[in-house]
């Protein structure tokens, strides 16, 4: 039997935590590179996922996994559901449970701040996996989501190269407050923006299949001469290509996505989505990680960006002429 916490001092933690998220107000210590960070025995990698429903956050995950058991180190996997008091809650279980070092996928990046105070008491670093970041982290790990969406609509625009007229393009969009959303987005509608030919008409959020679905069929209903849609995840992906298959639309429509998931692999082989934005949660999940050892041993990340203490991890666009040719280089690097 799990020895359970007892709910008053439960409850205390989960509310210190929420207030100063909701005050936004940040009561960090001064500085991470001030703290020398203790490996506990066993060493322990603690992993607070967004969503474990998402096919993205499962090969992060296993990305996490995999190398701390190359490294002969333990992973423990805590599924936020979504839910950023859930986040908040099973952040500090992990903690309370001697974790070495803390990786979050943050529900919220307003909810971090907290949680990285209480983890750096105990001496523990944390790194953020994608999403976005706010606080006094330790490293931050992600693709770069601006320059995705900028590479989608480079893509959408050479998919209607000489096909006259002007393209009305509809956004499936991730869930409000998502700041890797917000970067997808900006980065798709300021580089179509630079061609007179091509509209945004329609831009409604999705984040699960569901939603994506509804929105998909909103978009279409409201706009029957749309031509093409970006969707800004795989579940979005495949709620939109279920709604354009129950419309009707033809092979002349196009559906450009972004994560590149096994799901959206196999939808871009049978042809229902043109070409997504490839990310590699896998590889990120590893460099977690490995970030986290570096940093367990005194060493400074190898930091892209470290005035943000970022690291990213480089995306391509997978389309049918080159997905044989990735999916064989991912088998490569794992």
């Known amino acids: 039997m799990k020895k359970s916490v007892p709910i008053s001092a439960a409850m205390a933690t989960i509310l210190l935590f929420l207030s100063g998220c909701a005050s936004g107000a940040q009561t960090a210590l001064p500085g991470s590179a001030n703290i020398q960070f203790r490996a506990k025995h066993p060493v322990t990698i603690g992993y607070s996922v967004f969503d474990l429903q998402d096919p993205y ?3 992060y995950a296993a990305g996490i996994k995999e190398e701390a058991a190359r490294r002969h180190v333990r992973a423990i996997i805590a599924d936020a559901k979504s839910s950023q008091l859930e986040q908040v809650s099973n952040s500090a279980s992990l903690i309370s449970r001697r974790i070495s070092a803390l990786i979050v996928s943050p529900v919220q990046p307003a909810a971090l701040p907290a949680t990285i105070n209480q983890a750096h008491r105990q001496k523990i670093p944390v790194i953020i996996g994608d999403v976005g970041a706010q606080g006094d982290y330790d490293a931050y790990i992600l693709s770069d989501n601006r320059d995705g969406g900028k590479q989608a609509a480079e893509y959408m625009r050479r998919a209607f190269s000489g096909r006259p007229g002007q393209h009305k393009i509809g956004i499936v969009d991730l869930a409000p407050g998502v700041v890797v959303g917000k970067e997808r987005s900006e980065g798709f509608k300021e580089e179509l923006a630079r061609d007179p030919h091509f509209r945004v008409v329609a831009s409604l959020p999705g984040q699960t299949v569901d939603t994506a ?31 354009i298959q129950a419309s009707g639309k033809g092979k002349d429509f196009k559906l450009v996505g972004f994560n590149g998931d096994p799901v959206e692999m196999n939808l871009i082989r049978e042809g229902t989505e043109t070409a997504t934005v490839a990310q590699d949660p896998y590889a990120q999940g590893k460099l977690a990680v490995e970030t986290a050892l570096r940093l367990l041993k005194g060493k400074s990340p190898r930091y ?3 005035a943000t203490k970022t690291l990213r991890v480089p995306i391509r666009v997978v389309d049918s002429t080159n997905l044989d040719a990735y999916l064989r280089s991912r088998q490569h690097s794992k």
């Open 57 to 59: 956050f499962q090969t």
């Open 213 to 243: 679905y509804k929105a998909t069929q909103d978009m279409l209903s409201a706009h029957p001469d749309l031509d093409g849609i970006y969707a800004m995840n795989s579940n979005n992906v495949q709620g939109a290509a279920r709604a």
């Open 304 to 306: 892209d960006e470290p």
